[in-house]
């Protein structure tokens, strides 16, 4: 049952966790068990719990394959050639299936954020998503950081405490509006019309809001609708949107 030799402590890991993905994709993030993945992934139990010591091992370790996806999707869109604001407005235009890893991403957010779950999951797991958290907001203070020093975004202040307001503002709004979202496609599930998200559009209201928020800033260029569609466009060019 123990995978040959030949395969990496790295590779061993993949395995169980494409396995894990597999048994939940068939079961539900509640019904899989360990022993359906250790069968999947071809393995004995003692290899399995060399790397995962429980199902919250490996819901930690599935959201955290997600969050570095996410992330590295977020760094390909504010390296575009755009204005600061347009690259912020870019990552509400980005089509949703583009970030997305497995059908039930949007329960792991759930579950690794569940008080018990988090207790339940061991201290290796919890390092590494604090570590991934930590790799994207690096990723976006650089950016909001750069736009500052450059003389894009003016500062009389604090110009720390302005990226942190600013940066935050944009997460919170992100996380808002996808709540909002899953809420309507449980609407959708629950009618049987349920489908797959589509990229919202330039005019919609988060987009709206969003441009409100930035443009509240004392940007070189604040964001317009030009710039907004000029956004769309780099991500169509790059099969982002």
């Excluded at 199902?55 to 504010?78: P, W």
């Excluded at 928020?213 to 991500?235: T, V």
Aim: charged residues 20%; contains cysteine; hydrophobic residues 45%.
């Amino acid at each position: 049952m123990a995978p040959a030799a030949k395969y990496s402590l790295q590779e061993q890991e993949n395995l169980i966790l494409d396995a894990a993905a597999q048994c939940i994709e068939q079961t539900s993030l509640l019904d899989f068990t360990m022993s359906a993945v250790a069968k999947k992934a071809g393995m004995s139990m003692g290899s399995i719990y060399k790397h995962v010591q429980c199902k919250e091992d490996i819901i930690f370790a599935l959201a955290i394959r997600v969050f570095r996806h996410q992330s590295s999707v977020f760094e390909q869109v504010l390296a575009l050639p755009l204005t600061t604001p347009e690259r912020l407005i870019g990552i509400t235009l980005l089509n949703p299936l583009k970030t997305q890893v497995y059908s039930f991403d949007i329960h792991l957010d759930a579950f690794v954020t569940n008080e018990l779950v988090v207790k339940r999951t061991c201290a290796l797991w919890r390092d590494r998503m604090m570590d991934s958290h930590k790799s994207c907001e690096t990723l976006f203070y650089r950016c909001m950081s750069d736009a500052a020093h450059s003389g894009e975004l003016s500062c009389e202040g604090d110009i720390e405490q302005l990226i942190e307001e600013i940066n935050l503002a944009g997460w919170a709004l992100t996380v808002g509006y996808q709540n909002v979202s899953r809420v309507v496609q449980i609407r959708e599930i629950a009618l049987g019309i349920a489908k797959l998200y589509e990229p919202v559009a330039c005019d919609a209201a988060i987009v709206r809001i969003f441009t409100r928020l930035f443009n509240s800033y004392q940007w070189k260029k604040p964001l317009d609708s030009a710039g907004i569609k000029h956004a769309e466009q780099l991500l169509i060019q790059h099969n982002l949107r």
